[in-house]
């Protein structure tokens, strides 16, 4: 729980036999003050998550349970107690700065041994037999893994158990894939694993993430091998505007939390320090410990408010056409709406897929528009890559979709920055005071792309100003931001933003008004 080791010495100590065979005085691992934490280390199952704000602590204690299980291992033939243990991140710089920092205040070199710094990093923990007390043999791998790819990675490891720090960063495929690699380790001859499994932390991630999914759907159980969850609580929770800690930030009153864990390690005010200039999402994630959609990056539509362009009704213009953006590929979407005369599109429902080909798809997309807009006439607007012809079934997207009965046609470019540009001008119109811009409350996977879901990926700062990818990060945001994207272009946002270019006596060179106004 504690950080560092001035931390460590305000809290009371293990003794070498209240430690269960460890040989170092000095180590504290008593986390007893933090009840989560506490029976979060105390619980044997498989596979086990322990959420919460930051600060809580629980990257240190998640680093802190290898070694306690190490001592709890039974001792070979030799009087060894003998394990393995990986510990993983979603890359090499996250973990030589923040789970390689927090493992050496831990386990420093100077006390544990040194470690190894050439990929992969290995501490290689050896204490040898003292009086009553068996000797340890704990090896620690730290490998990063953010793409499923990677699971390869791991598939020749023989663990004992392993630890995945800041598991929202990574896929469920690492998970899936560690479950099989654990229990290795020792072997047979060693006496096997006395316990073996796979445990992680993490902030909150948003609520279509798989550990929201897992820990708040589906819950698996399964006896012996379950899967079982904590939460800790926020560092801040909402309180009332007469308390006299209260700080009013992203529109609500924010009080300390008197159940909050790890606080007496961390300087005073540590959470509400960090409420100021905080949105919303910001503050309920890392401070109040709650599931939220955090942007990370620079969003793709920057103009996009959520609060202003969202409506929990919107009518259907039965006069008017239903426009639907496609994405194809092997996680096809699709937008459904409507433009009005007078600039506005009304964004009415959304279709978001996974691994489905485009046969399946097709006869989702038409059920859709045979049931939601049956009296529509559907106007399907697509990737002109879409319009390449397939190896094997020799035909192209749009000639599938049109044997279903559907007008489906590509845009006329497939240009990213067209496609971005088409997107923004709904949200920079003013139509009877409000954004010409507005989505059905329902469309959250649309929402969530909007609102940062769908960005550029940060890669450095220069200049003291952040450095972003001149292309967005492809994830689960980016098929229904493209979706979205081709709506618009296809729908008529591309021809206003083209509308003249090729007039003769009329400049092709794109024009750009500087201005130190606001336009509205």
């Known amino acids: 729980m504690a950080r560092g080791r001035r931390a460590r010495d305000r809290s009371p100590r293990r003794s070498r036999g209240q430690a269960k065979g460890a040989q170092v005085a000095d180590l504290n691992l008593n986390f007893s003050e933090a009840p989560t934490t506490w029976k979060f280390l105390q619980d044997d199952s498989f596979v086990r998550g322990i959420m919460g704000p930051v600060g809580s602590g629980k990257s240190y204690a998640c680093c802190a349970e290898i070694f306690l299980r190490a001592v709890k291992q039974a001792p070979n033939a030799d009087n060894i107690r003998k394990t393995r243990f990986a510990i993983i991140r979603n890359s090499y710089p996250e973990l030589r700065t923040t789970t390689l920092k927090t493992w050496q205040e831990i386990f420093p070199e100077s006390q544990f041994g040194t470690m190894r710094w050439s990929p992969p990093i290995t501490h290689h923990i050896q204490l040898p037999p003292r009086g009553d007390a068996a000797g340890i043999d704990c090896e620690v791998i730290f490998l990063a893994l953010d793409q499923p790819r990677d699971t390869r990675r791991v598939l020749s490891l023989e663990l004992t158990g392993a630890f995945v720090d800041e598991v929202r960063e990574l896929p469920k495929a690492i998970i899936d894939a560690l479950t099989s690699r654990v229990g290795r380790y020792p072997s047979k001859a060693d006496g096997g694993p006395t316990w073996r499994g796979v445990w992680f932390c993490t902030n909150p991630p948003d609520d279509d993430h798989w550990y929201y999914v897992m820990s708040e759907k589906e819950k698996p159980r399964g006896g012996k091998y379950g899967w079982k969850f904590y939460r800790q609580p926020g560092g801040v929770t909402e309180g009332d505007v007469d308390h006299p800690e209260a700080i009013f930030a992203a529109g609500h009153h924010w009080v300390p939390n008197p159940k909050a864990e790890n606080i007496n390690n961390l300087p005073p005010g540590y959470y509400q320090q960090q409420l100021a200039g905080k949105n919303l999402d910001w503050i309920n994630a890392y401070a109040a410990g709650k599931f939220t959609f955090v942007q990370e990056g620079r969003a793709v539509w920057e103009e996009y408010t959520d609060s202003t362009m969202v409506a929990e009704h919107l009518d259907i213009d039965l006069q008017l ?188 060179e794109t024009a750009v008004a500087e201005m130190d106004f606001d336009v509205f």
Not at 479 to 489: K, Q, V
């Open 321 to 508: 056409p239903i426009h639907v953006g496609l994405d194809f590929g092997l996680t096809p979407a699709a937008i459904f709406g409507q433009r009005h005369p007078n600039g506005r599109w009304n964004i009415f429902h959304e279709i978001v897929s996974k691994d489905m080909g485009l046969e399946r798809f097709g006869q989702h997309l038409l059920y859709e528009l045979n049931t939601r807009f049956k009296s529509l006439e559907p106007m399907i607007w697509g990737d002109p890559a879409g319009s390449k012809r397939d190896e094997i079934f020799e035909v192209t997207s749009f000639d599938y979709l049109r044997t279903l009965g559907l007008n489906a046609r590509p845009t006329a470019s497939n240009d990213f920055q067209v496609r971005r540009e088409a997107g923004a001008a709904p949200m920079l119109r003013l139509i009877d005071g409000r954004p010409g811009l507005q989505l059905h409350a329902d469309c959250k996977q649309l929402r969530k792309a909007l609102a940062g879901g769908y960005h550029f990926k940060r890669v450095g700062i220069a200049g003291g100003h952040d450095r972003f990818r001149d292309v967005p990060n492809k994830n689960q945001s980016s098929h229904i931001g493209d979706a979205y994207g081709y709506l618009c272009s296809g729908g008529g946002e591309h021809r206003r933003l083209t509308r003249g270019s090729a007039r003769p006596g009329f400049s092709s």
